[in-house]
RNA sequence: GGCACCGUAGCCAAGUGGUAAGGCAGGGGCCUGCAAAGCCUUGAGCGGCGGUUCGAAUCCGCCCGGUGCCUCCA
C-alpha cells in the first residue's frame, strides 16, 4: 500500500516510507497537565490516535509516545520570555476553590499548592478522559506517556551539549538561550526564517530579555529563576527548562533514537514549538531531520466560532457526555466519532447537530455489528487486508487519511446486504481496529463505553414500560402504549416497536 | 507586514484534467394502529474574475472570504 502523508516540512503530500520497517516512530505534544483538557486538545490527540490506528492496522509497529507538560509555565502569554504567574500557582487557586465548593472531592487533591499532586490530578483525568475516548496511547502510561518532571536529567544533557556544540550561550541576564543564528535551517518548517521574523509580532516577547539576546528570535533553554515553583538544580543555576527543549528530551528518550519516523501536534505547535525542536534536536544530534514527517491537525470550533472562555465553549469531555451540549448524556464513542469524523488538515466545527449526526452513524455502526453477531452465531473466522471493504477503507485512509472517504467505503458496504456474516463480522471488526466506536474499546478489546448513567434512570424500568406497551398494543389500548412510548422517549430512549416485540435503547446523544 | 492552511448542495464532506462519492437534515413513497428504525426515491456545476487546454471543481495568475502562527494556546 502507497501510504501518503502531507508533511508539514516540505509542505507537500510524499509517500510514507518508515526508517525501520516495520517499525514506526510517532511522537505526539501532549497537553499540559494544568487544567482539565477540552475537546479541541482531544481533536488533536484523537488524530494521532487515528494515525496510529491506521498504520497498525497497514502492519506496522507502531511505537507512541507523548509528553504530560507538568513544568509549572507561566500564564503571561504576552510575556513570553517566563514572566507573569506560575500556572502552577493558578491551578493551585483554582483546586482550592474547586474543593471549597465541593466541585472536586477533598480526597483527589491532598495539597493543592504541591504542585505535583496538581499535576497528578490533571494528569488522572486527562488519561481517563482518554480511556473513555478510546485512545490507545492511554493504556501505555505511564510507560509512553511521560511527565516532564521526570525527564529534567535528559534536557539538561541535551542543554550542555548545544552549549558545548556552540549553538547556546548563557546570556548576562543568567539565561541560556538557543543560538538561531548558528542553525541556518531556522524556518524551514514554518517558513518564518529568520529574516522574516517580525522582532515581537505576535506582542508575546519582553524587551527586557530581548536585550539580553544575540537575535530577538533566541529562545530560552534553560532559565535560572528562585521565584519559579518548581525548580531544579543545574549548572546554569536552580530554575526551569524552556518549553521547547522538554519534546526533544523525552522523543529521543521514549522512542530510543535520534531520529524518529512522525511528529504530530496542533497547528498552533508549528511556530515556535516545533521550528524550535528541530533547531535544538539537530544541533545536538547533527542530523538533517528530528522527525522526517511533521504532521499537524487543525483546530477545532464550537457552533462556528473559537472557542471561547467567556462564551463557554470550552468544554471538556465531561462536560460532553454529562450533557452539556445535547441536554442528555452522550455516548464516548459518539464524541470519539465526532472528533475523528473531518479530515485532520481542516477545522471541523463542533456542533449539536454534529453530535446528533455522529450518534446516528455511531449507532447505525452498532447495529450493523449486532446483526453481524447474530447471524455470524458465535462463527469465528479472519480476513486480511483483502476484504474489499477493508481494502477501500484502508486505502482510503492511506491517502493522507481520507477519513470521509473511508467512511463511504463503509457506508455504502453496510447498505448493501451481506452475504456471508461471519467474514463482514471479521472485516467489520478490522475496520472497528481504526475507528474503535463500535464498539469502543479498550488495550485488551474490552468495550469501555458507558454511557453516564443520567440521574432519572434509576427510577425508570424499560423493560417493564417495554412489555406494558406490548400488553397494551395487544388490547388495542393505542392511548396507553403511546403514552407509555413517550414516557420512554422523554427519558432519552429510543423506542421500537417490531413483530418481535418492543425494546428501548437509550440515545447515544 | 511575513509564513502557512482552507473555501464543493441547508449542514458535514469526497473528488486534484474528461461531463459532481458518501452521510445528516428536508420532500415523496413502502412498512406501522400511529410512530421510530429500515428500505425505495429526490436536490448543487464546485468563492469570484481571467488564463492554459479539445475539455477544469481539478493546472496557472490575480482578487475576495475564513483560519492558524509570527516566542511557551492542541
Redesign the pocket.
Known amino acids: 500500500m502507497d501510504i501518503r502523508f502531507?508533511n508539514?516540512l516540505t509542505?507537500?503530500e510524499r509517500s510514507f516510507e518508515p526508517l525501520e520497517p516495520p517499525d514506526i516512530r510517532i511522537y505526539t505534544?501532549?497537553?499540559?497537565v494544568y487544567d482539565f483538557?477540552?475537546?479541541?486538545?482531544f481533536?488533536?490527540?484523537l488524530f494521532s490516535d487515528l494515525l496510529n490506528r491506521f498504520l497498525t492496522a497497514a502492519g506496522y509497529n507502531v511505537i507512541h509516545a507523548m509528553n504530560l507538560?507538568d513544568?509549572g509555565?507561566?500564564?503571561?502569554?504576552?510575556?513570553?520570555?517566563?514572566a507573569g504567574e506560575d500556572?502552577m500557582a493558578v491551578a493551585a487557586r483554582r483546586l482550592k476553590e474547586a474543593k471549597k465548593s465541593g466541585a472536586v472531592d477533598a480526597g483527589a487533591v491532598e495539597d493543592p499548592d504541591n504542585p505535583y499532586e496538581v499535576a497528578r490530578y490533571y494528569a488522572k483525568s486527562f488519561i481517563e478522559d482518554a480511556k473513555k475516548l478510546g485512545m490507545k496511547l492511554a493504556w501505555d502510561y505511564p510507560g509512553k506517556v511521560v511527565h516532564a518532571t521526570d525527564h529534567i536529567t535528559e534536557m539538561q544533557q541535551l542543554i550542555q551539549k548545544l552549549v558545548e556544540r556552540d549553538h547556546a550561550y548563557v546570556a548576562e541576564d543568567g539565561v541560556v538561550y538557543f543560538d538561531?543564528g548558528s542553525f541556518p535551517e531556522y524556518?524551514r518548517l514554518?517558513?518564518?526564517?529568520i529574516a522574516?521574523?517580525?522582532?515581537?509580532?505576535?506582542?508575546?516577547?519582553s524587551a527586557e530579555h530581548q536585550a539580553a539576546?544575540k537575535?530577538?528570535?533566541?529562545?530560552?533553554l534553560w532559565?535560572p529563576d528562585p521565584h519559579h515553583i518548581m525548580k531544579w538544580d543545574s549548572p546554569w543555576g536552580a530554575g526551569y527548562p524552556?518549553?521547547?527543549i522538554e519534546c526533544s528530551a523525552m522523543a529521543m528518550k521514549v522512542l530510543e533514537r535520534e531520529v524518529i519516523d512522525i511528529h504530530t501536534?496542533?497547528?498552533?505547535?508549528?511556530?515556535?514549538?516545533h521550528e524550535?525542536e528541530i533547531a535544538q534536536s539537530c544541533g545536538v544530534t547533527g542530523h538533517e531531520d528530528f522527525a522526517r514527517f511533521w504532521m499537524?491537525?487543525?483546530?477545532?470550533?464550537v457552533e462556528?466560532?473559537?472557542?471561547s472562555k467567556s462564551k463557554g465553549t470550552f468544554y471538556t469531555v465531561s462536560d460532553v457526555m454529562e450533557g452539556k451540549v445535547t441536554g442528555r448524556p452522550l455516548d464516548p464513542g459518539v464524541l470519539r466519532f465526532e472528533l475523528i469524523?473531518?479530515?485532520y488538515?481542516?477545522?471541523?466545527?463542533f456542533?449539536e447537530?454534529?453530535l446528533?449526526?455522529s450518534a446516528?452513524?455511531v449507532?447505525?455502526l452498532r447495529?450493523f455489528r449486532q446483526n453481524l453477531l447474530a447471524g455470524a452465531d458465535s462463527q469465528v473466522t479472519e480476513v486480511d487486508g483483502s476484504h474489499p471493504a477493508v481494502e477501500g477503507f484502508l486505502s482510503?485512509l492511506a491517502?493522507?487519511l481520507?477519513?470521509?472517504?473511508a467512511?463511504?467505503v463503509?457506508?455504502?458496504w453496510?447498505?448493501q446486504p451481506v452475504p456471508d456474516p461471519v467474514e463482514a463480522l471479521a472485516a467489520f471488526d478490522l475496520i472497528n481496529e481504526i475507528l474503535n466506536v463500535a464498539p469502543v474499546s479498550d488495550a485488551t478489546g474490552k468495550e469501555v463505553d458507558l454511557l453516564v448513567r443520567s440521574k432519572d434512570e434509576s427510577k425508570l424500568d424499560p423493560e417493564a414500560l417495554c412489555r406494558g406497551?406490548d400488553e397494551?398494543?395487544a388490547a388495542?389500548d393505542?392511548?396507553t402504549?403511546?403514552a407509555l412510548?413517550d414516557e420512554l422517549v422523554a427519558h432519552g430512549y429510543?423506542?421500537?416497536?417490531?413483530p418481535q416485540g418492543?425494546t428501548a435503547t437509550r440515545m447515544l446523544a
Open positions: 502531507y508539514t509542505h507537500q505534544c501532549g497537553p499540559t483538557s477540552h475537546v479541541g486538545n481533536r488533536s490527540f507538560t513544568v509555565h507561566m500564564t503571561e502569554d504576552d510575556v513570553a520570555d517566563g500556572k538561531v524556518g514554518s517558513g518564518n526564517d522574516n521574523l517580525k522582532e515581537g509580532e505576535g506582542g508575546r516577547i539576546k537575535h530577538p528570535a533566541d529562545f530560552f532559565k524552556g518549553w521547547h501536534g496542533g497547528e498552533d505547535n508549528i511556530f515556535p514549538h524550535c499537524h491537525p487543525r483546530h477545532l470550533f462556528g466560532e473559537k472557542m469524523k473531518t479530515h488538515r481542516a477545522n471541523s466545527n456542533t447537530k454534529g446528533h449526526d446516528n452513524t449507532r447505525r447495529e482510503a491517502d493522507d481520507n477519513i470521509s472517504a467512511m463511504a463503509v457506508f455504502e453496510i447498505s406497551i397494551a398494543r388495542k393505542y392511548a402504549a403511546d412510548r429510543e423506542v421500537r416497536t417490531s418492543t
